[in-house]
């Protein structure tokens, strides 16, 4: 099992950018694709970014396309989340999340066999 640490939250004012990093330990970081969800609060957890194994595909929630970038480093055991033009509505408790590599990745929660504790990102208006 791969364990997970995200860092990089904090608050920030609308249209600003912040990265959030996540570092993997454990097993083969390379053999997981990997995911950023969120959960504000009240609300459901949230899919938001998610990237192949070898950093290949990417995919996002139409709330963040054209704002937000996933990118990995294998090298280093670690997935970024690069957010820019930052939005009240995008506050919320940030999390990573692994999936070992399968032919098709599944963007819900249930699938992931890995969880970080998540970071806080509040964006005030």
């Known amino acids: 099992q791969v364990q997970l640490v995200e860092s990089g939250g904090g608050l920030v004012q609308a249209g600003e950018s912040v990265r959030l990093s996540c570092a993997a330990s454990?097993?083969?970081?390379?053999?997981?694709?990997m995911a950023w969800f969120r959960q504000a609060s009240g609300r459901e957890r949230e899919f938001v970014a998610a990237i192949r194994w070898n950093g290949g595909s990417t995919y996002y929630a139409d709330s963040v396309k054209c704002r937000f970038t996933i990118s990995r480093d294998n090298a280093k055991n670690t997935v970024y989340l690069q957010m820019k033009s930052l939005k009240p509505e995008d506050t919320a408790v940030y999390y990573c999340?692994?999936?070992?590599?399968?032919?098709?990745?599944?963007?819900?929660?249930?699938?992931?066999?890995?969880w970080g504790q998540g970071t806080q990102v509040t964006v005030s208006s």
């Open positions: 999340a692994a999936q070992q590599a399968k032919p098709i990745l599944t963007f819900i929660g249930e699938a992931f066999d890995a």
């Open positions: 454990g097993r083969t970081f390379s053999g997981y694709d």
